[in-house]
Antibody, heavy 121, light 107 residues
Framework: QVQLQESGPGLVKPSETLSLTCAVS?????????WGWIRQPPGKGLEWIGS???????YYNPSLKSRVTISVDTSKNQFSLKLSSVTAADTAVYYC??????????????WGQGTLVTVSS | EIVLTQSPGTLSLSPGERATLSCRASQSVSSSYLAWYQQKPGQAPRLLIYGASSRATGIPDRFSGSGSGTDFTLTISRLEPEDFAVYYCQQYGSSPLFGGGTKVEIK
């Protein structure tokens, strides 16, 4: 079974870059699958940030595209999120997830536990 | 841009009752790419239903999904105490999108 674990600073200053890593266990990223980041502001709903294929192809939420970079490191079996020029509106729990994709279906199947990132000076 | 609208916002029911949750899309979406998730406080979302009607591994058969086009439904046939949570629908098109959620609370 795939397991995911987010890590990174819990506090980021306004205008700086938020950086998170998702370590994957139970599956080799280089074998395939898509991988994604989703966030959830406190007390609010879920927002897709972006996705990456093991080959490195990326897909970003248009509303965040100018500030987001997602990358994969197959040697460490992990993928990462960078969100630049953060503001208080970027305060959220950030989840990483695996994405099942086939000719018929596509959905987020396994999720990390989430990590709260607060943007504050 | 597709919008997913979930209703009601909150559903107040008693254990043993039937819950019917709605997810309406602003334009037709592929049933293959429609999923439902359950989220409990302090936890990550958990996949319940994919392809609009297929239960994920380990999900009890009291959960069922149906619908096509713009109207989708998640039904919980008999609510168990552990089912009180927030439920999200999600479509995986070119830009994955979640609905706003329905909270199922104990009446």
């Amino acid at each position: 079974q795939v397991q995911l674990q987010e890590s990174g600073p819990g506090l980021v200053k306004p205008s700086e870059t938020l950086s998170l890593t998702c370590a994957v266990s139970g599956y080799s990223i280089s074998s395939g699958y898509y991988w994604g980041w989703i966030r959830q502001p406190p007390g609010k709903g879920l927002e897709w940030i972006g996705s990456i294929y093991h080959s490195g192809s990326t897909y970003y939420n248009p509303s965040l595209k100018s500030r987001v970079t997602i990358s994969v490191d197959t040697s460490k079996n992990q993928f990462s999120l960078k969100l630049s020029s953060v503001t208080a509106a970027d305060t959220a729990v950030y989840y990483c997830a695996s994405i099942y994709s086939s000719s018929w279906y596509r959905y987020f199947d396994y999720w990390g536990q989430g990590t709260l990132v607060t943007v504050s000076s | 841009e597709i919008v997913l609208t979930q209703s009601p916002g909150t559903l107040s029911l008693s254990p043993g009752e039937r819950a019917t949750l709605s997810c309406r899309a602003s334009q037709s979406v592929s049933s293959s790419y429609l999923a439902w998730y359950q989220q409990k406080p302090g936890q990550a979302p958990r996949l319940l239903i994919y392809g609009a009607s297929s239960r994920a591994t380990g999900i009890p058969d009291r959960f069922s999904g149906s619908g096509s086009g713009t109207d989708f439904t998640l039904t919980i046939s008999r609510l168990e105490p552990e089912d009180f949570a927030v439920y999200y629908c999600q479509q995986y098109g070119s830009s994955p999108l979640f609905g706003g959620g329905t909270k199922v609370e104990i009446k």
